[in-house]
C-alpha cells in the first residue's frame, strides 16, 4: 500500500509513440484522462522518441518530455522524472508500455520518495504475469494455455523436431512483438530480430487457430477486478494489431480475468489477451500489465477506466459497475497533425516541448 | 431428407444463443458474446423472431406456409438450409 494518498493533479502518462500500425497505449489513456469527469488537470505526455505523436498534440497532452531508454539505467530514468516533475510538478505516472514496467516497479519507492505516486503491480505479480510462465497463469484462470519455451539460441530452430515442436509456431519478444513462423530459417531469422531488439530469452508458443478476445480492467489490489471492457478485433494492420474492434459481453473471458484478479491480488491496468478457438477452448495467451491501445473504447462504452484507476489512486472505493455494454465498435484512422517548427526544435534541443506562454497583450 | 424425420433439438440451433442475438429490424444480427454480425433477409427475420419466441419447428412452418405461397417441399428445403446457415453462423462464425 502507498504511503501517499494523492489527488492527482498532473498527470505523466508513458507511451506517446502513435504509429497508425502499431500505436502504444499512451495518447489514447490521456485522452481517456482528458475525458474523465473526474479530471481536470494537467496532462504531461512521455515518449522515447522526438516524433512520437502524442508529444506534439496539446488536445491530449498540455507538455511532452522525453524519457532515456529504460535501458540505460535506473539512474538516468530517476534523474530525468526528477526534471520533469521539478519543471511540470508532476504529482503521479501511468506506466503504459511493457518494457517500462520492470523499471517503473522496482524504482516505484524512489517515485514515491520524490512525490510522484503510482497504481500499478508490483515487483512480484509482474513476474507472475511473465510470458514463461502462461501455464501457471492459466491455472488460476481455469483456462488452457498454449505450450510456451524459452529459447536462447538460434539452432533450436533447426532442431526444434526432436523436441516436439513442429511448424508453424510463434515466436515472441519477452517484452513484445510476435511472428509465426513456418520454417527452420524463419524461425532463426525471427529469434535474431526480436532478441537484437527485445534482449534474451526469446519465446516459441504453439500456434492456435482461432480468433483472439481482448479484457481490460483495474485490480484493485486486494483481489476485485473493476469495470471490465471485452473487445474482439474486427481488423488487424498488418502488425496483427487492432485498426477496428467491438465490445463483446463474453462471460467466460469474464470469470478467466476476475479469477487472475483474485489469484494475483492484481493491482493496477491490466489486459488479458485469450485465444478462442474452434473447438471452444479458452487458451490464455498474455496479460499485459498496462492498459491497453485500445483502451479509448473504454470510455466509449461508458466505462472510462482512467476514471477507475484515479478513484484508486484517491483512495476511494469505486462504485460496482456492469461489465461495459456489447456493441460499441471502435475504429481507427490516421490524421495528420501540424507541428510549429519550434516545438520540434524544443524537443530535439531540450527533449520537451511546453506551452507556449500567451504574448502579455493577449491576456486579460 | 424432410424436416418430419429429423430431431428438432439436432436441427434447431443452441435456444441460449438465439435469445442472446440482437436482432435489428432491418435485418442485421449481432452476437454480443462472439462479437460477429450477420444479416437475414425478410424470410430469416421472421423465422428468427420465432426462434427468439421459442417456437416449434411445426409452429415455424405453419407460420412460413401461411405468409408465402410455398409448396411444403421446397418450404422444408429452404427452412433446413436456413437454419443450418444459422446454426453455423453462431457456432462457427
Redesign the interface.
Known amino acids: 500500500m502507498s504511503a501517499i494518498m494523492v489527488a492527482p493533479n498532473r498527470i505523466a502518462v508513458t507511451g506517446m509513440n502513435a504509429r497508425p500500425d502499431n500505436p502504444g497505449p499512451g495518447l489514447a489513456v490521456a485522452r481517456c484522462l482528458r475525458e474523465a469527469k473526474n479530471y481536470s488537470g494537467k496532462i504531461i505526455g512521455l515518449g522515447y522518441e522526438s516524433l512520437d505523436p502524442g508529444l506534439h498534440l496539446p488536445a491530449y497532452c498540455d507538455a511532452g518530455y522525453l524519457l532515456p531508454y529504460p535501458s540505460s539505467g535506473d539512474d538516468a530514468f530517476l534523474e530525468r522524472i526528477e526534471l520533469i516533475r521539478e519543471r511540470e510538478q508532476i504529482d503521479s505516472m501511468i506506466p503504459c508500455l511493457d518494457a517500462e514496467l520492470p523499471i517503473m516497479t522496482r524504482l516505484a519507492a524512489e517515485l514515491e520518495k520524490m512525490g510522484v505516486a503510482t497504481f500499478m503491480p508490483t515487483s512480484a505479480q509482474l513476474e507472475l504475469r511473465s510470458k514463461d510462465r502462461l501455464d501457471e497463469l492459466a491455472g488460476h484462470a481455469g483456462t488452457d494455455a498454449p505450450k510456451t519455451k524459452s529459447v536462447t539460441e538460434a539452432g533450436f530452430f533447426f532442431n526444434c523436431g526432436q523436441q516436439g515442436w513442429h511448424y508453424p509456431f510463434v515466436v515472441k519478444g519477452i517484452f513484445y512483438d510476435a511472428e509465426v513462423v513456418k520454417s527452420a530459417e524463419q524461425g532463426a531469422a525471427a529469434f535474431r530480430r526480436i532478441s537484437a531488439q527485445w534482449g534474451l530469452p526469446v519465446l516459441v508458443q504453439e500456434f492456435l487457430e482461432g480468433e483472439e478476445i481482448n479484457l481490460t480492467a483495474v485490480g484493485d489490489g486486494k483481489g476485485k477486478m473493476l469495470g471490465a471492457v471485452m473487445m474482439k478485433k474486427l481488423a488487424v494492420t498488418d502488425k496483427g494489431k487492432a485498426w477496428a474492434g467491438i465490445s463483446i459481453a463474453d462471460e467466460r473471458l469474464f470469470d478467466a480475468s476476475a479469477a487472475l484478479v483474485a489469484a494475483t491480488q492484481w493491482k493496477g491496468p491490466l489486459e488479458v489477451e485469450v485465444m478462442r478457438t474452434a473447438d471452444g477452448t479458452y487458451q490464455l495467451i498474455e496479460i499485459n500489465p498496462r492498459f491497453p491501445a485500445w483502451i479509448y473504447l473504454s470510455a466509449g462504452a461508458g466505462r472510462n477506466l482512467l476514471e477507475v484507476l484515479l478513484q484508486l489512486m484517491r483512495n476511494e472505493t469505486p462504485p460496482e459497475m456492469e461489465p461495459a455494454p456489447a456493441g460499441v465498435i471502435y475504429l481507427r484512422y490516421a490524421e495528420d497533425n501540424i507541428v510549429p517548427l519550434a516545438d520540434y526544435e524544443s524537443v530535439i534541443m531540450h527533449g520537451w516541448r511546453v506551452p507556449v506562454p500567451e504574448p502579455e497583450n493577449h491576456k486579460q | 431428407m424432410t424436416l418430419d424425420s429429423i430431431d428438432e433439438q439436432v436441427i434447431l440451433p443452441d435456444p441460449m444463443a438465439l435469445k442472446r442475438l440482437?436482432v435489428s429490424e432491418s435485418g442485421f444480427v449481432?452476437d454480443?458474446?462472439?462479437?460477429?454480425s450477420f444479416t437475414v433477409n425478410e424470410t430469416g427475420l421472421v423465422i428468427l423472431h420465432a426462434l427468439q419466441r421459442d417456437s416449434r419447428l411445426n409452429d415455424i412452418r405453419e407460420l412460413l406456409s401461411s405468409d408465402y405461397d410455398v409448396d411444403s417441399q421446397n418450404l422444408d428445403r429452404d427452412l433446413l438450409e436456413f437454419l443450418g446457415s444459422l446454426s453455423n453462423q453462431l457456432e462457427?462464425p
Do not use: K
Not at chain 2, 32 to 36: A, D, F, M, R, Y
Open positions: 440482437a449481432f454480443p458474446v462472439s462479437g460477429h462457427h
